[in-house]
T-cell receptor, first 118, second 112 residues
Framework: DVKVTQSSRYLVKRTGEKVFLECVQD?????MFWYRQDPGLGLRLIYF???????EKGDIPEGYSVSREKKERFSLILESASTNQTSMYLC?????????????????FGDGTRLSIL | GDSVTQMEGPVTLSEEAFLTINCTYT??????LFWYVQYPGEGLQLLLK?????DKGSNKGFEATYRKETTSFHLEKGSVQVSDSAVYFC???????????FGTGTRLQVFP
């Protein structure tokens, strides 16, 4: 089974801090994703990465950056945390589809990090 | 662009009732379709998927059929249990990348 591990289940930080959320997958997946989940808004994609050192902005990248130095690890960085970034953050990974479009590969999710910014 | 629409929740049922959660999609081509489930305090888990028209995905008593003519992928279960209480997300694959497009989720509450 695919295992996606997020470094923290709960995290409390202060406004203005630089915050790192870490995600590791153990199935050699090419794709990795960061989402945030808020009540009534569903899942919103922040960034995704389709290869080492490659990244693409999602729907809500403002205030975030990412790092993918190794295939198995994808980090989300809040450059200067603000209270409106209090949320549940979910990491996911998937196999590369081969570029044919309309992938049939499911994404595999971690258990999430509930981040509170005070 | 491509999109997914799910019925609003919460859906409240008694144990052993029949469940339907509606999902319709808009897409210019033939996406793969997925249902995910999120139990309290956890991440999303793949429940089932279908990759082409008329495919039926099934798992744990849940079923969904890929209906191209009605652009729908409704989730059904014949007899729900209290343990099925969760949030259910419908999703479709993106046309040009390996992203998924998610619906907003439907909360299911099952009472004994």
């Amino acid at each position: 089974d695919v295992k996606v591990t997020q470094s923290s289940r709960y995290l409390v930080k202060r406004t203005g801090e630089k915050v790192f959320l870490e995600c590791v997958q153990d199935m050699d997946h090419e794709n990795m994703f960061w989402y945030r989940q808020d009540p009534g808004l569903g899942l919103r994609l922040i960034y995704f990465s389709y290869d080492v050192k490659m990244k693409e902005k999602g729907d809500i990248p403002e205030g975030y950056s990412v790092s993918r130095e190794k295939k198995e690890r994808f980090s989300l960085i809040l450059e200067s945390a603000s209270t409106n970034q209090t949320s549940m953050y979910l990491c996911a990974s998937s196999l590369w589809s081969g570029g044919a479009g309309y992938s049939n590969q499911p994404q595999h999710f971690g258990d999430g990090t509930r981040l509170s910014i005070l | 662009g491509d999109s997914v629409t799910q019925m609003e929740g919460p859906v409240t049922l008694s144990e052993e009732a029949f469940l339907t959660i509606n999902c319709t999609y808009t897409a210019t081509g033939y996406p793969s379709l997925f249902w995910y489930v999120q139990y309290p305090g956890e991440g999303l888990q793949l429940l089932l998927k279908a990759t082409k028209a008329d495919d039926k995905g099934s798992n744990k008593g849940f079923e969904a059929t890929y209906r191209k003519e009605t652009t729908s992928f409704h989730l059904e279960k014949g007899s729900v249990q209290v343990s099925d209480s969760a949030v259910y997300f419908c999703a479709l694959s993106d046309k040009n990348t390996d992203k998924l497009i998610f619906g907003t989720g439907t909360r299911l509450q099952v009472f004994p």
